[in-house]
């Protein structure tokens, strides 16, 4: 996610596990390719084309900042544990330095 949460576009094998499972859409919220030739031709129509890139980074920065920021994973592992944890992940953030949210007793 770190490509994706700086607003570049992201040009990534489109068979690594998970795209689909955490809702990232191939042509929409990053560029893929199933091979090196592929990867080229899906390089050089980008490059080429300034307005669809920079939509499709756009897409892929907001997904990221919706669902997929460290403090989502924060939260996360905090419910899993069973600590109680604010509903929005900005809120953990900022609740995990005050309250020490982590502490176990």
């Known amino acids: 996610f770190e490509v994706l949460s700086t607003g570049t576009a992201?040009?990534?094998n489109r068979d690594q596990v998970?795209?689909?499972e955490?809702?990232?859409v191939d042509g929409e919220?990053?560029?893929g390719y199933a091979d090196y030739d592929e990867c080229v031709i899906q390089a050089e129509r980008y490059l080429g084309d300034d307005e669809?890139?920079?939509q499709i980074a756009s897409n892929g920065w907001r997904k990221v900042r919706q669902g997929h920021t460290y403090a989502h994973r924060m939260k996360t592992i905090l419910d899993?544990?069973?600590f109680p944890c604010p509903k929005s992940?900005?809120?953990v953030s900022e609740r995990f330095l005050e309250d020490?949210?982590?502490r176990v007793s």
Request: glycine share 12%.
């Open 89 to 91: 992940p900005d809120e």
């Open 22 to 24: 955490l809702g990232f």
């Open 29 to 31: 919220d990053f560029i």
């Open 18 to 20: 998970g795209w689909d």
């Open 80 to 82: 899993t544990m069973g």
């Open 100 to 102: 020490d949210l982590c």
């Open 10 to 12: 992201l040009l990534s």
């Open 52 to 54: 669809t890139r920079r």
